[in-house]
């Protein structure tokens, strides 16, 4: 079945610190892959999405490129301000289904 | 952009009673919409997949008669939880999609506690 791993956290960083969370994926087909990022005590809404291989998501200045050859869609940020820690997820969906697949997630915890 | 509410946002119960969370997409119709389950520093667990006017789709392991969901409209979807015990107690997410979008749109959660 699919699966999602996710480097275990907390990732602990200084303001301004360059951020990856690394993220590897186990999937029949073409999956999506999306990143989600949930703040304390709230859902989660959507950071960023690739829908195919080789595809960049990027959004507030944080990026993902779908690696199909090792299976992977690492989440970078060049520089973390304090507000950008929360719990980060990422997630796949097969082609033609709905659900998605999470993983356990990682928290980011950014100090000043 | 596309919005979901949940209602209420928390709640506190005794043991034994029953409590009913809603779902609401507020600028579109949701044909199919799901509920996760979130414990603490944990990931979300898919409970149920449910479309408009059908019943619903629980995945292995939860029981559909102590997590009673509803999706009587288009805009609407409703999980209770009957006769609510400690173990219950978790953060309620519930997600929706509309027609063909490739993208799930996630409620801001429930967080029940059954004391």
């Known amino acids: 079945g699919d699966s999602v791993t996710q480097m275990e956290g907390p990732v602990t960083l200084s303001e301004e610190a360059f951020l990856t969370i690394n993220c590897t994926y186990t999937?029949?087909?073409?999956?999506?892959l999306f990143w989600y990022v949930q703040y304390p005590g709230e859902g989660l809404q959507l950071l960023l999405k690739?829908?195919?291989?080789?595809d960049k998501g990027s959004n507030k200045g944080f990026e993902a490129t779908y690696r199909k050859e090792t299976t992977s869609f690492h989440l970078e940020k060049g520089s973390v301000q304090v507000s950008d820690s929360a719990v980060y997820f990422c997630?796949?969906?097969?082609?033609?289904?709905?659900?998605?697949?999470f993983g356990k997630g990682t928290m980011l915890l950014v100090s000043p | 952009g596309a919005v979901v509410s949940q209602h209420p946002s928390w709640v506190i119960c005794k043991s034994g009673t029953s409590v009913k969370i809603e779902c609401r997409s507020l600028?579109?119709?949701?044909?199919?919409m799901f509920w996760y389950r979130q414990f603490p520093k944990q990931s979300l667990m898919l409970m149920a997949t449910?479309?408009?006017?059908?019943?619903?789709?629980?995945e292995q392991g939860v029981e559909k008669d102590k997590f009673l969901i509803n999706h009587a409209s288009l805009t609407l979807s409703t999980l209770t939880v009957t006769s609510a015990h400690p173990e219950d107690s978790s953060f309620y997410i519930c997600?929706?999609?509309?027609?063909?979008?490739?993208?799930?749109?996630f409620g801001p959660g429930t967080r029940l506690t059954v004391l």
């Open positions: 997600s929706a999609i509309a027609g063909n979008y490739n993208e799930q749109f």
């Open positions: 999937a029949t087909g073409y999956p999506s």
């Open positions: 690739a829908t195919k291989a080789d």
């Open positions: 997630a796949l969906k097969d082609q033609g289904y709905s659900t998605l697949t």
């Open positions: 600028d579109f119709q949701a044909t199919t």
């Open positions: 449910s479309n408009e006017g059908s019943k619903a789709t629980y």
